[in-house]
DNA sequence: GATGAATGAGCGTTCATTCAT
DNA sequence: AATGAATGAACGCTCATTCAT
């Protein structure tokens, strides 16, 4: 039968999209599960229907994600390209997100990766899972000899994450001028000063 | 030489240090006002007698706190000094802000610096004054013709305080090593990798 | 007759009954909701599903009843009656007010029409649309050249509802003997001596 | 030295004299000890050297100032004059004693004899004596033939005070224009219609 | 007498979660 | 699947009263 309107019959997924919203307009403590019921379109009880909990529904929002960081990471990891390219790539690939759905990476960052004391806690395995990629890249670009031997590859992975997050935190706040341009130059920004930062110098 | 503490006869002062403690210790929304005066050791009522909120004793921990780094960023700044070492001076007061009052710091990374949907949002102005002398020094590093010029002075100062501050977290959840001598060298890594990566290079 | 009474099935007119027997038994103040929800037979919460305050509550009660005599007030004021009888049929409207549920018309001017510090300040405009009606009949009544000329309407419809509203308190409070005859002696007292004393002498 | 300035020098006095002000401006149960403190210039805890707590400074207000009603209620009705003087008598002093000091007047009547769940309560007796005297008054003028013998006495005694306190409230929160010539306007009205109501009529 | 710090019981409200239908 | 009524623990805040000085 026709009824072909409306494509997201899929409750359990408006719930998920109205979450992001919700999530993204007041933050997560903010946010009643009431108010993603509402924002959905559904009753109340519904969202208890298919998920166990508020933070369940927090929690499949950002492991959805995540896990497309991971794969992409590891993607550009195996790849047999310049190190620099790889950081590009992984740069790259959250500024995209970003660009392609700014309340979900709002949510995720704000509420997950830069929520220490709260979802960060629960989730930090895959976190750190991203934080060693980078890592990893950095240690084989020393190894190549591309890289200064004296830092630390775990520390350049948590400078690389903080300061992309903290530039994701400047955009959504309005700290910062947020148009696409803006995020391009961005990308290039990080990914030059920092492997500029890296690189060993002259011949010497 | 001694620094004569104030035997906590202050019981104003002993509810701020023991809101350290507990804010450090859960986080600010899962203390409860009477964590923090059995942690001080006081009366439930004697936190309202000193403070109109549990928040107002969290904005005190932070301006306190704050203000310094604000006042030891602007005598930076005026001091005639290069570039590299104003950065150089403003990070290792941060990190030694750690190394001095860790709790405190991670309360206030964590809860207010971080935390852009709660404190974050209510202290933003003075969070912004201190990005603002990052890029201030830059821009200068810039116009003496010491940094590359394509570089956005405001973008840097966001990746200054996000990478240390993410640092910070590290070292907070143990996701680095956490010793004096760690702290020494990231400042000396964030600072030289930094500085390196803005630099212009030489015509050679 | 049977007069269906509701199997309290609905428990919003539970809780609302409720209310009225505790307010009527210990004050507003002096309730807390868990009273309510208590006596009620309901959990504590439930109260709050369906009235947004404990104040709602008894405005609620308040603005329900006191509709209804407004509405009596009004249709009693359009007959074509003589004034007397006007006034009579809201002084009995409101007795009988009281005969039906002494409990209800307890918290009503206990609680709102005489506490002018608390609820009377929030519904005073419905209270005096009750005031102004019977300041309208005696207007009417010196129109007519019935009444005195020289007593103020204003001023007689607050006597009016002072004196019965005090009698109200009196039965409530065991002041006054609280029986069904009584209750029409004082209606038919009120009526009576206020009308004789508004009323113009003959020229004998 | 002299200091002759401040008379009342007597922090008792000037406690009781803050608290009429505050209770008047706030009522009694909004203003909290530190307000009392607070408009009469001492310090919170000697509102507690001088009385027990809150309500014994309210019940001293009310006793001080009834006890005269009490007294004059007396002695007016010891006087050999007619029962409409009496009553003219008490009418006068209760509004003599608004004209005098409004703001006592509106923390008695609004706080205690109109808030029968609270003060009116605990003050009960000394309330009603004011209310015997007028009943006295009334089976008096009954007894000599003057006023109908049909109505209870202690109905109009209730009646004369609800009238008389509901003026006042009239007054005291604006719904009714308050100038001394309103209040001996007033004064005139209510006896004047009460008597006439009470009056016997006809030939005989 | 005078001060104001210290105490702690009390209460309204919120909201995640459960459950009956 | 879908609904929304029902539950009750939890917590921030107020403020009368006490007490040490």
């Given at each position: 039968?026709?009824?072909?309107?409306v494509p997201a019959?899929?409750?359990?997924?408006?719930?998920?999209?109205?979450?992001?919203?919700?999530?993204?307009?007041?933050?997560?403590?903010?946010?009643?599960?009431?108010?993603?019921?509402?924002?959905a379109?559904?009753?109340?009880?519904?969202?208890?229907?298919?998920?166990?909990?508020?933070?369940?529904?927090?929690?499949?929002?950002?492991?959805?994600?995540?896990?497309?960081?991971?794969?992409?990471?590891?993607?550009?990891?195996?790849?047999?390209?310049?190190?620099?390219?790889?950081?590009?790539?992984?740069?790259?690939?959250?500024?995209?997100?970003?660009?392609?759905?700014?309340?979900?990476?709002?949510?995720?960052?704000i509420?997950?990766?830069?929520?220490?004391n709260?979802?960060?806690?629960?989730?930090?395995p895959?976190?750190?899972?991203?934080?060693?990629?980078?890592?990893?890249?950095v240690?084989?670009?020393?190894?190549?000899g591309?890289?200064?031997?004296?830092?630390?590859?775990d520390?350049?992975?948590m400078?690389?994450?903080?300061?992309?997050?903290?530039?994701?935190?400047?955009?959504?706040?309005?700290?910062?001028?947020?148009?696409?341009?803006?995020?391009?130059?961005?990308?290039?920004?990080?990914?030059?000063?920092?492997?500029?930062?890296?690189?060993?110098?002259?011949?010497?």
């Amino acid at each position: 039968m026709t009824e072909a309107r409306v494509p997201a019959v899929d409750k359990r997924r408006a719930i998920l999209e109205a979450a992001i919203r919700v999530f993204a307009r007041q933050g997560y403590h903010a946010t009643r599960v009431s108010d993603i019921a509402d924002e959905a379109g559904v009753a109340y009880g519904l969202v208890y229907h298919y998920f166990r909990s508020k933070e369940a529904v927090m929690t499949e929002l950002f492991t959805e994600r995540w896990s497309l960081l991971l794969a992409a990471s590891d993607a550009l990891y195996e790849r047999d390209i310049p190190a620099r390219e790889k950081l590009d790539g992984i740069a790259g690939f959250i500024i995209d997100s970003y660009k392609h759905d700014p309340e979900l990476m709002k949510v995720i960052i704000i509420e997950v990766t830069r929520a220490a004391n709260s979802f960060g806690a629960t989730h930090l395995p895959e976190i750190r899972r991203a934080y060693d990629v980078v890592a990893k890249i950095v240690a084989d670009g020393q190894r190549e000899g591309l890289y200064r031997a004296e830092v630390d590859p775990d520390f350049v992975a948590m400078w690389f994450y903080g300061a992309i997050e903290q530039l994701l935190s400047g955009w959504v706040f309005g700290l910062m001028p947020a148009t696409d341009e803006e995020f391009d130059r961005a990308r290039v920004m990080v990914v030059e000063t920092l492997c500029l930062g890296l690189e060993r110098r002259g011949p010497g």
